[in-house]
């Protein structure tokens, strides 16, 4: 699904582009959603998605080592937004997996778990964002 229009963000950071920097990601995801009253309903869902994206954005990126991932989180109605940028010219592409395949699933998980995602080129041309829509679990 593609998005065109950019929305506010209460909170965004950009962290170094490794994979060293997800947990990072998921610790700031965590206390921004603590900060909610409705937060603790997205934990465990928005934590898996965010950690699939930002690693995807980490290990498929064709961008150079010194760009920044950028990631923005924004509770929308009762909608958490997630949105992982990077200045990489690829696009997710959802795939089959095999059973033996040790890796390929991530997005499956964002699929499988988002209300809805998508990937929208970023303001200005370089690179894109993959977002996400997570519903609260009861």
Avoid at 24 to 52: K, Q, V
Avoid at 80 to 104: F, I, K, M, N, W
């Amino acid at each position: 699904m593609l998005e065109t229009c950019c929305r506010p963000h209460p909170f965004a950071t950009r962290l170094d582009s490794c994979i060293e920097a997800t947990p990072r990601a998921r610790h700031l995801l965590r206390a921004y959603l603590s900060g909610l009253p409705t937060g603790p309903l997205y934990f465990d869902i928005a934590e898996l998605l965010l950690n699939e994206l930002f690693a995807n954005a980490v290990q498929h990126s064709d961008a150079p080592d010194d760009r920044h991932i950028e990631i923005h989180f924004a509770l929308t109605g009762d909608l958490l937004r997630l949105e992982v940028h990077d200045a990489g010219t690829g696009h997710p592409t959802l795939r089959p997996s095999q059973p033996d395949d040790e890796r390929g699933r991530g997005l499956f998980l964002v699929n499988e778990l988002a209300e809805r995602w998508g990937c929208c080129p970023r303001t200005g041309g370089i690179g894109k964002y993959v977002w996400a829509l997570i519903a609260p679990t009861t």
